[in-house]
């Protein structure tokens, strides 16, 4: 459904049980349903009232302060919490409302979330949600409102822009709070191929990356090793390069020593990174001012960031995706004082 500006989001992208409804007097309408709702629940729910649906569960808890239909006919972003309905669920849904009366109900079931030992508190995914998704968001509808003024094509660049940071945000939250069962390491993955296809994933202008062509294979999940591969390469991206007043990048100092890296402004090299084999694993390791001791722990913490504008949440990943294959991590010193991590199976 398009509107000339907006396009709806097509349902079987949800991998979620998802439905489309449009505000109806009081209530809301279902329009249509994915296959994964109709596989969860078993019904046959198009043409029938939103408030059928809350009305089967026995609990029926939202994050806002008025009924889950409420919410719905008044536009509001909100979560509810459904549970008490025969043996499915419990689920979280979202609700995702259009400008135009219409929306959509995204449900994920509760029982596929990690055990709490295993979660980023629910402050910090909270944070990201309604900050971190909210700058870019700002971002986009204010470049498509200048486009919709001006024509100027231009702006839509900032949009699709704007639109990858969010996707970005979005996978690194979910990568986070998923379970150990996301990671399913059942091929055969070249490191090599892995990090390659990583660094064509992530915009590294001025950086360099060197990869050993001696690089072992290891049996993993190749989604996830690709995705290990773009936090490290991200991470030594942003934070071994910064943007002086002027607008041009320059390498930073290092905290660590108090001088310019192997990389500094006076040589005029561009960044590097290199992926080399070890015994027994692998290293990534950059030329920038490295990681000083004392935080080469508090780094993997999610939350965690020096950057402005940073989520807290890549070396968390890293970290996470490392441990679900029963790998080993070690972040250390760089020969020329850089980052190195290390990865052994």
């Known amino acids: 459904m398009s509107d000339g500006r907006h396009t709806a989001i097509p349902l079987r992208e949800f991998p979620d049980p998802a439905l489309a409804y449009t505000v109806d007097g009081d209530d809301a309408r279902v329009t249509a349903a994915n296959d994964a709702f109709e596989r969860q629940f078993e019904q046959e729910l198009v043409g029938g009232r939103v408030s059928t649906i809350f009305d089967r569960f026995n609990s029926c808890d939202t994050t806002g302060d008025q009924e889950p239909v409420s919410h719905l006919v008044r536009g509001d972003r909100i979560g509810i919490r459904l549970d008490g309905y025969g043996n499915r669920g419990p689920f979280f849904a979202r609700v995702i409302p259009s400008d135009d009366d219409t929306g959509y109900l995204v449900f994920s079931d509760l029982r596929e979330c990690p055990d709490e030992g295993y979660s980023p508190g629910v402050d910090q995914v909270s944070s990201v949600i309604s900050h971190d998704l909210r700058n870019p968001l700002d971002v986009a509808k204010a470049h498509l409102r200048a486009a919709e003024e001006t024509g100027d094509p231009e702006h839509f660049e900032s949009v699709a822009d704007a639109h990858d940071r969010m996707e970005q945000i979005i996978r690194d939250v979910l990568t986070l709070t998923r379970d150990e069962a996301v990671v399913q390491p059942t091929e055969e993955v070249a490191i090599e191929t892995a990090a390659r296809d990583a660094w064509e994933s992530i915009d590294t202008e001025q950086v360099e990356l060197t990869v050993s062509e ?64 070890l015994e027994g694993g692998f290293y990534v390791a950059d030329d920038g001012p490295g990681i000083p001791p004392a935080k080469r722990d508090v780094v993997f913490t999610p939350g965690y960031s020096t950057r402005s504008g940073g989520t807290g949440l890549g070396l968390a990943i890293v970290d996470r995706i490392v441990e679900a294959h029963g790998w080993n991590l070690t972040l250390t010193a760089a020969d020329d004082g850089g980052a190195r991590f290390e990865i052994t199976f």
Do not use: I, K, M, W
Not at 217 to 242: I, K
């Open 214 to 277: 001696s690089l072992p294979t290891v049996t993993a999940d190749s989604d996830r090793l690709q995705r290990l591969f773009e936090n490290v390469f991200r991470n030594s991206v942003e934070h071994g390069v910064s943007t002086d007043e002027t607008g041009s990048e320059q390498t930073t100092e290092s905290p660590a020593n108090g001088h310019p890296g192997a990389r500094g402004e006076q040589t005029g090299e561009s960044a590097t990174v290199v992926v080399h084999p």
